[in-house]
């Protein structure tokens, strides 16, 4: 799988966009783009994945660049609820190997009032 | 609502003790199913992928035979710590896969283990 970078942490204050980057330059072209949170002391939460496009959902947006060697993703109105660690993952969507996910460290967000 | 449900949310054991963790898929039947665990201030790493009606796959540094897991049915995957000590205390996870879901997981809530 394709190694991610991500900030370890980052700030944001209530009502406004969090905007949290994650580079993955060696994604291969049939691996995905996934995004889960965890909150303390609580399971992960799936986000929203995507391959190429810009995807949209009720939680957030994600935004890949072209050469999809970098993504974003968008909380576009931050709540004090969604302080947590938000983890990119990249991986293949099938394949033998189908299912496991492989995490990072993520990067920390904190929403402040 | 819940997709995954795990239990129990939090368990303390004396050590030379044996633990069962249940997880369960509350919205379709999975045959995978995952099983990580996460130590203080760390990532979730993966222990061993669960699989309906064979032997699971563990990840490497991984004991099977302390971490046995059986899954006995499309909605049942069990973790049995086996002989717990306090190094094995830790946040227990389990997770599942929606076939035709591009490989979305769903999350237990988790299990609290705390060996003394």
Request: aromatic content about 10%.
């Amino acid at each position: 799988d394709a190694k991610t970078t991500q900030p370890p942490s980052m700030d944001c204050a209530e009502g406004r966009a969090a905007n949290l980057p994650c580079n993955h330059s060696t994604i291969s072209g049939n691996e995905y783009v996934y995004w889960y949170r965890q909150i303390h002391s609580q399971g992960p939460q799936y986000i929203i994945h995507g391959l190429k496009n810009n995807e949209t959902n009720e939680m957030a947006s994600l935004i890949i660049t072209e050469d999809r060697k970098s993504s974003t993703l968008i909380l576009p109105h931050a709540t004090l609820r969604d302080t947590a660690v938000y983890y990119c993952i990249v991986r293949a969507a099938g394949g033998t190997s189908y299912g496991k996910l492989t995490f990072g460290q993520g990067t920390i967000l904190t929403v402040h009032p | 609502g819940a997709v995954v449900s795990q239990h129990p949310s939090w368990v303390i054991c004396k050590s030379g003790t044996s633990v069962k963790i249940e997880c369960r898929s509350l919205d379709f039947q999975a045959t995978t199913m995952f099983w990580y665990r996460q130590f203080p201030k760390q990532s979730l790493m993966l222990m061993a992928t669960s699989n309906e009606g064979s032997k699971a796959t563990y990840e490497q540094g991984v004991e099977k035979d302390k971490f046995l897991i059986n899954h006995a049915s499309l909605t049942l995957s069990t973790l049995t710590v086996t002989s717990a000590h306090p190094e094995d205390s830790s946040f227990y996870i389990c997770s599942v896969s929606r076939t035709g879901t591009k490989n979305i997981q769903y999350f237990g809530a988790g299990t609290r283990l705390s060996v003394l």
